[in-house]
């Protein structure tokens, strides 16, 4: 199976995508977390992007947040599919990064999830690399199966708690 990358613009966005690479650990999709900066190392962030697809990576996650052109300074140098996920700064709350990763000019294209929304970034890259992969699939489906069946039991409680009020 092909790998995730996880690139972050700082070491700050830890906290952040942590749940992408618990989620990835979870499904089985080995995950390599790396700090690049679109600023500061653009060169390493070039290097790596373009040198992706022979070191085995399926797809790109690149969290970060104020300008946020990570992502789009990943995806200019690859054909991978990257995923931005905006992180949220003290000034704007992560509107700002928003933006910067989903405004991408026609050609270069950044999929881009909520601010913080690393979880649901790394169920975008599974479902990704399970187009052509049937266990992940699998793995997939029985992951919605559970929350289907969680919320079922939720509606069941609540319907409990009802008639006592």
Same mark, same amino acid.
Request: proline residues 5%; contains cysteine; charged residues 20%.
């Given at each position: 199976?092909?790998?995730?990358?996880?690139?972050?613009? !700082?070491? !700050?966005?830890?906290?952040?995508?942590?749940?992408?690479?618990?989620? &990835?650990? *979870?499904?089985?999709?080995? !995950?390599?977390?790396?700090?690049?900066?679109?600023?500061?190392?653009?060169?390493?962030?070039? #290097? $790596?992007?373009?040198?992706?697809?022979?070191?085995? $990576?399926?797809?790109?996650?690149?969290?970060?947040?104020?300008?946020?052109?990570?992502?789009?300074?990943?995806?200019?140098?690859?054909?991978?599919?990257?995923?931005?996920?905006?992180?949220?700064? %003290?000034? &704007?709350?992560?509107? #700002?990064?928003?933006?910067?990763?989903?405004?991408?000019?026609?050609?270069?294209?950044?999929?881009?999830?909520?601010?913080?929304?690393? %979880?649901?970034?790394? &169920?975008?890259?599974?479902?990704?690399?399970?187009?052509? *992969?049937?266990?992940?699939?699998?793995?997939?489906?029985?992951?919605?199966? +559970?929350?289907?069946?969680?919320?079922?039991?939720? +509606?069941?409680? &609540?319907?409990?708690?009802?008639?006592?009020?």
């Amino acid at each position: 199976m092909k790998k995730v990358a996880i690139i972050m613009g !700082s070491d !700050s966005d830890l906290p952040i995508v942590t749940p992408a690479i618990k989620q &990835l650990k *979870d499904l089985g999709i080995e !995950s390599e977390v790396r700090v690049m900066s679109a600023h500061r190392t653009p060169e390493a962030a070039h #290097d $790596f992007s373009k040198n992706a697809i022979a070191n085995g $990576f399926g797809v790109i996650i690149a969290a970060a947040g104020m300008a946020a052109h990570l992502g789009g300074v990943l995806a200019a140098s690859t054909t991978l599919p990257v995923i931005g996920i905006p992180c949220s700064a %003290k000034v &704007l709350d992560g509107m #700002d990064a928003m933006l910067a990763t989903v405004m991408m000019p026609p050609g270069i294209p950044v999929a881009t999830v909520g601010v913080n929304a690393a %979880k649901n970034a790394a &169920l975008l890259a599974a479902e990704i690399l399970a187009v052509g *992969d049937d266990e992940l699939m699998q793995k997939l489906i029985a992951m919605r199966d +559970d929350m289907a069946k969680q919320v079922v039991e939720k +509606d069941k409680a &609540l319907q409990e708690k009802i008639k006592e009020i």
